[in-house]
């Protein structure tokens, strides 16, 4: 039996935490929120429970076969889960990516910006990775801005899975006095 130690980790506002079972309804109502879609993928059709329940299958076994993943992020005060933030780097990816994924109710606050924060500090610290990128659609302006207030320079511009996307970059910091 494979024991899967995923880490938590806090910030100011919120408590990125591993994913449960019982997220599957919260997440499956993110996506159905077709606002949430079309920014995200640029489709509109609410995701079934099925769908969200395989995607979310696919984060968790992320971590076992990628040595990284994605977590809840749940605001501390009120337990509330407000989406997802993390890693994937699926066979095929052009790079390791943080990506942002959050309940429409919850923008605006600047949540995706503190958890994406958290997440590049552990990247970087713990799992010693020398490169982050976001893949993002140019006009998803949102999430090209949480990019840039993580330090997220644009790379270039791919063709990724039929679409246009913009490649942003962070390399790891130089250590202090390097
Ligand atoms: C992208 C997303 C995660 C942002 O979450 P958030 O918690 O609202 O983000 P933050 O508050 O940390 O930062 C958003 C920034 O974008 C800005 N912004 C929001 N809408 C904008 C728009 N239409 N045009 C320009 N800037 C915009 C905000 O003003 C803020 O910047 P500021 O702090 O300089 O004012 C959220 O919109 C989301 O989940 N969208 C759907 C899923 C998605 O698109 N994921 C990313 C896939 S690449």
Redesign the pocket.
Known sequence: MVVLEIPTLTTERLRLRPLRRSDVEAYAALNADPE?LR??YGETKPWDLGRSWRYLAFLWGHWVLGGCGTWAVEHRETGAFL?LVGFSEPEGWPGCEL????DRA????????EAARAALGYAFGELGKERII???HPD????L??AE?VGEKLVRRIEHLGREMLCYGIERPSPAGA
Do not use: E
Not at 140 to 143: F, I, L, M, T, V
């Open positions: 949430v920014c995200a989406g990506a942002w994924h959050l919850s923008w605006g606050h600047g949540y995706a910006t976001s893949l993002i998803n302006h949102a999430s801005r949480v207030k």
